[in-house]
T-cell receptor
Framework: QKEVEQDPGPLSVPEGAIVSLNCTYSNSAFQYFMWYRQYSRKGPELLMYTYSSGNKEDGRFTAQVDKSSKYISLFIRDSQPSDSATYLCAGYGNNRLAFGKGNQVVVIP | DAGITQSPRHKVTETGTPVTLRCHQTENHRYMYWYRQDPGHGLRLIHYSYGVKDTDKGEVSDGYSVSRSKTEDFLLTLESATSSQTSVYFC?????????????FGQGTRLTVV
């Protein structure tokens, strides 16, 4: 079982819609949870990170972590074509940084 | 951008030959990681380092070895390249502070084994 599970299905939404992405994790040692964004042929870049359970908001992006259910979420409000990318969730603990498979998001103008 | 450089950026090699990929950082970060990224598999951890000469295996370490003799350099070696090791390889660095971890990625090395 992978430490971080993310349904890799692509997601297409119209501009202005809310994008909702989810992951689950199995490693109880994970304390930090991150969302990375990756554009085609580029390395991933950190979008948001959250320590333990709770919500974190940064502009149009909201990250949620529920440690009781081992569930990680990312919401993108008022989505823009520039948000079209692959989004990867990740967990960190005990020196290990593990990623989900990523979701390709396409925002249609 | 974080000071992290991968070399080479592209490489084509023959089955059975050894290959070494280099990751160089100028951030003095303690943690360094090697990942491979393949369609349908996402990013998978190969090996990581938590200090000079301190390394550990990730989930797909078979056929790979690493070395870190200096803080700034983390080398990944494919001991005898196989076609299944055709992939995009990413190096990442992290300070790993108690505040959290912000991993910075290199631009990737596209390796083709023929």
């Amino acid at each position: 079982q992978k430490e971080v599970e993310q349904d890799p299905g692509p997601l297409s939404v119209p501009e202005g819609a809310i994008v909702s992405l989810n992951c689950t994790y199995s490693n109880s040692a994970f304390q930090y949870f991150m969302w990375y964004r990756q554009y085609s042929r580029k390395g991933p870049e950190l979008l948001m990170y959250t320590y333990s359970s709770g919500n974190k908001e940064d502009g149009r992006f909201t990250a949620q972590v529920d440690k009781s259910s081992k569930y990680i979420s990312l919401f993108i409000r008022d989505s823009q074509p520039s948000d079209s990318a692959t989004y990867l969730c990740a967990g960190y603990g005990n020196n290990r940084l593990a990623f989900g498979k990523g979701n390709q998001v396409v925002v249609i103008p | 951008d974080a000071g992290i450089t991968q070399s080479p950026r592209h490489k084509v090699t023959e089955t059975g030959t050894p290959v070494t990929l280099r990751c160089h950082q100028t951030e003095n970060h303690r943690y360094m990681y090697w990942y491979r990224q393949d369609p349908g598999h996402g990013l998978r951890l190969i090996h990581y380092s938590y200090g000079v000469k301190d390394t550990d295996k990730g989930e797909v370490s078979d056929g790979y070895s690493v070395s870190r003799s200096k803080t700034e350099d983390f080398l990944l070696t494919l001991e005898s390249a196989t076609s299944s090791q055709t992939s995009v390889y990413f190096c990442a660095i992290s300070a790993g502070t108690t505040r959290g971890t912000e991993a910075f990625f290199g631009q990737g090395t596209r390796l083709t084994v023929v």
